[in-house]
């Protein structure tokens, strides 16, 4: 499957805030991530890595851009 469990990285420390995420989109100057269950969660962050072949998305806090 295609789904990527998505991290907040905070000063260097990894903190899981969300599993099976399958889509990510700049929403109103943060991003939204929505699961395969089509739970949504509003994080004020952006996209620092995506390691696909590890299925994991690495946020850093503050506004997208």
């Known amino acids: 499957m295609c789904e990527a469990a998505v991290f907040m990285d905070r000063g260097g420390r990894l903190e899981k805030i969300m599993d099976d995420v399958v889509e990510v989109r700049p929403?109103?100057?943060?991003?939204?991530?929505?699961?395969?269950f089509g739970e949504q969660k509003?994080?004020?962050?952006?996209?620092g890595e995506v390691e696909l072949?590890?299925?994991?998305?690495?946020?850093?806090?503050?506004e997208s851009s």
């Open 53 to 62: 072949l590890d299925h994991r998305i690495i946020l850093r806090e503050g």
């Open 27 to 36: 929403e109103e100057g943060k991003l939204l991530l929505v699961d395969v």
């Open 42 to 47: 509003l994080v004020s962050a952006r996209i």
